[in-house]
């Protein structure tokens, strides 16, 4: 929590709100939404993982981002969403995800 705090505060994004959001399906994610000042949605990704983010974790990361937009009705602009990754990524995946910000 403590690296996330200090990307954002870097990036100077202030958010009023965190709220936790991490899924059951996945033991090493954590999902967090937050609420800047004006009022835009936030998607941060934690996502711990000691092999390479391929193309197929990118997918199914899209489809859980699919689900909580239907479910929060919210819509997460571009440049709105933040993965921390812990390990490497492909540089496919890393094209893929061109609209997230990965830490």
């Known amino acids: 929590m403590n ?6 505060f870097d990036n100077n994004i202030i958010l009023k ?9 996945r033991k090493k994610i954590e999902v967090y939404l937050g609420v800047d000042m004006k009022n835009n949605y936030y998607l941060i990704v934690k ?3 000691k092999s390479r983010f391929l ?9 859980f981002l ?4 239907n479910i929060k009705d919210i819509n997460f602009k571009y440049k709105k ?3 921390l990754l812990s390990g490497e990524i492909c540089s496919k995946t ?4 061109k609209e997230w910000r990965i830490l």
């Open 3 to 8: 690296e996330m705090n200090n990307y954002l």
């Open 17 to 25: 709100e965190i709220k936790n959001i991490t899924p059951k399906t």
């Open 47 to 49: 996502l711990n993982k």
């Open 55 to 63: 193309m197929k974790d990118a997918k199914e990361l899209l489809e």
């Open 66 to 69: 699919s689900k909580i937009e």
């Open 81 to 83: 969403r933040i993965l």
């Open 94 to 97: 890393k094209e893929f995800l």
